[in-house]
T-cell receptor, first 117, second 113 residues
């Protein structure tokens, strides 16, 4: 139980284009979803927290206009990297929590590796 | 303020020998603590969690951790390392009803044959 999926697992795009990453909770209702970024050989950095049906709360230093987060349902959150640039290349990981099955921790997706050329 | 310190960035053990990954935390509140494992290019998998119940917590794959409030520690142990344990391990302290996770810097475990 408590499985979180991400799609795609890999994406390569050209500079200036937008990329959408999906995060789904497969067997529980995720009242809260989180988006993290991980640079090589570093720990995870929280980018934003989103509650279903509400606007996301962004961490200090994260550009909300560049990283658009939508949490339209209890099982789906999306992160859109707008006008991507090479410095946005990174490993993006989502997590989710909620309900009886997954209330007392965050369950993480497998991550999406983004490469911007 | 809350923080997590993983004392070793790299740990190397031989297969079949014990594993000790150290974690110290600071928290103004009663924390919940977690250990996650990350294999290369993968997401994080929950190993175990402490949420104010028993101080000795058993997790998956033979791992366990002991919460010691007096030492503000939550070290991860395993009696006998397996090659498949080679990965990066993150200690995490959680606040605000599990909505805020503070990650340690990670410990990379290498298991030698």
């Amino acid at each position: 139980g408590a499985v979180v999926s991400q799609h795609p697992s890999w994406v390569i795009c050209k500079s200036g284009t937008s990329v959408k990453i999906e995060c789904r909770s497969l067997d529980f209702q995720a009242t809260t979803m989180f988006w993290y970024r991980q640079f090589p050989k570093q720990s995870l950095m929280l980018m934003a927290t989103s509650n279903e049906g509400s606007k996301a709360t962004y961490e200090q230093g994260v550009e909300k206009d560049k990283f658009l987060i939508n949490h339209a349902s209890l099982t789906l959150s999306t992160l859109t990297v707008t006008s991507a640039h090479p410095e946005d290349s990174s490993f993006y990981i989502c997590s989710a929590r909620g309900g009886r099955l997954a209330g007392e921790t965050q369950y993480f997706g497998p991550g999406t590796r983004l490469l911007v050329l | 303020a809350q923080s997590v310190t993983q004392l070793d960035s790299h740990v190397s053990v031989s297969e079949g020998t014990p594993v000790l990954l150290r974690c110290n935390y600071s928290s103004s509140y009663s924390p919940s603590l977690f250990w996650y494992v990350q294999h290369p290019n993968k997401g994080l998998q929950l190993l175990l969690k402490y949420t104010s119940a028993a101080t000795l917590v058993k997790g998956i794959n033979g791992f366990e951790a002991e919460f010691k409030k007096s030492e503000t520690s939550f070290h991860l142990t395993k009696p006998s390392a397996h090659m498949s344990d080679a990965a990066e391990y993150f200690c995490v302290v959680s606040l605000y009803n599990f909505n805020k996770f503070y990650f340690g810097s990670g410990t990379k475990l290498n298991v030698k044959p």
